[in-house]
């Protein structure tokens, strides 16, 4: 959906290394989400935020941090990134029935 | 324990051929009930959705999924499928006090011309 957008799309990266990845959505919504997808696994959540002061850790949060810059912005950070987080990564906002996905970001970390 | 059970992981089919895909939950209560597709490349897409009253919800592309209570299933069907369904399907559910949508494992469904 257009109305979510990542960046970056694709990232290699090297252990060790810290990375971000963003998320903007044009919206409105407050929540807003991090999940994590591999294959044989679904998605599953790292993150989510009910606004910008509200952000709670979802099922597979260790390894990394987020930040609500604003309403319309929601980073994902990976600290010290490792290989076992190699992944497809996806934003989504909106309240869980309704909910919107970003075009995802593949991470790759050597 | 996974609480969204997809029980086929990999399905091929070939072109005009049925489709079902098998989605069990284990929460007990209110739930909101969901089908998503990514197809090769995208993001994830609503198929369709349950939230109460005839349990036989149709969605978009033909698609179609029947919620049991009783079987606390929510299994996605299509009486022809199409190339253009090759895809991965994820099943997902809400709980009634929950704050997120719990995903299955997803199929990988592969249309064969």
């Known amino acids: 959906d257009a109305d979510v957008t990542q960046t970056p799309r694709n990232r290699i990266t090297k252990t060790g290394k810290r990375i971000m990845l963003e998320c903007s959505q044009t919206?409105?919504?407050?929540?807003m989400y991090w999940y994590r997808q591999d294959p044989g696994l679904g998605l599953r959540l790292i993150y989510y935020s009910f606004d910008v002061k509200d952000i709670n850790k979802g099922e597979i949060s260790d390894g990394y941090s987020v930040s609500r810059q604003a309403q319309a912005k929601f980073s994902l950070s990976l600290e010290s990134a490792i290989p076992n987080q190699t992944a497809l990564y996806f934003c989504?906002?909106?309240?869980?029935?309704?909910?919107?996905f970003g075009p995802g970001t593949r991470l790759t970390v050597l | 324990a996974q609480s969204v059970s997809q029980h086929n992981h990999h399905v091929i089919l070939s072109e005009a051929a049925s489709l079902e895909l098998g989605c069990n939950y284990s929460y007990g209560g209110t739930v909101n009930l969901f089908w998503y597709v990514q197809y090769p490349g995208q993001h994830l897409q609503l198929l369709l959705k349950?939230?109460?009253?005839?349990?036989l919800v149709k969605g978009i592309k033909g698609f179609e999924a029947e919620f049991i209570k009783s079987k606390f299933s929510f299994n996605l069907r299509k009486p022809s499928v199409q190339w253009s369904d090759t895809a991965e399907y994820f099943c997902a559910v809400l709980r009634n006090s929950g704050y997120a949508l719990n995903f299955g494992k997803g199929t990988s469904l592969l249309v064969t011309p």
């Open positions: 349950y939230f109460s009253g005839d349990p």
């Open positions: 989504a906002t909106g309240a869980p029935r309704a909910q919107f």
């Open positions: 919206k409105g919504h407050d929540r």
